[in-house]
């Protein structure tokens, strides 16, 4: 089975950044695109961010754009959400997962904006 992890989310003040990975252990990383999703407490998991195989095409949320930068390196089978000028409303727990979804569902990694 094809899996991912998420890891790099963290506690960070309003306007601080982090950087966000998504690793894969399979082999087939390179043939589907990849989305970034982010579920915050008693909202439904939102598509935060995606890009294709090739890594030729991205799309944003509106809310993120300008501030969000999806990119991946399919030599290292990782894909990353580099996040800048964070916001409170931003906090949620992200998950990575392929475009079509054939992978199961991770932990995801929790990011919390705060002052």
């Known amino acids: 089975q094809v899996q991912l992890a998420e890891s790099g989310g963290g506690l960070v003040q309003p306007g601080g950044s982090l950087r966000l990975s998504c690793v894969s252990s399979?082999?087939?990383?390179?043939?589907?695109?990849i989305g970034w999703y982010r579920q915050a407490p008693g909202k439904q998991r939102e598509l935060v961010a995606s890009?294709?195989?090739?890594?030729?095409?991205?799309t944003y949320v509106d809310s993120v754009k300008g501030r969000f930068t999806i990119s991946r390196d399919n030599a290292k089978k990782t894909v990353y959400l580099q996040m800048n000028s964070l916001k409170p409303e931003d906090t949620a727990v992200y998950y990575c997962?392929?475009?079509?979804?054939?992978?199961?569902w991770g932990q995801g990694t929790q990011v919390t904006v705060s002052s």
């Open positions: 997962n392929f475009l079509p979804r054939v992978a199961a």
């Open positions: 890009i294709s195989s090739e890594g030729s095409s991205r």
């Open positions: 399979g082999s087939i990383f390179s043939i589907y695109g």
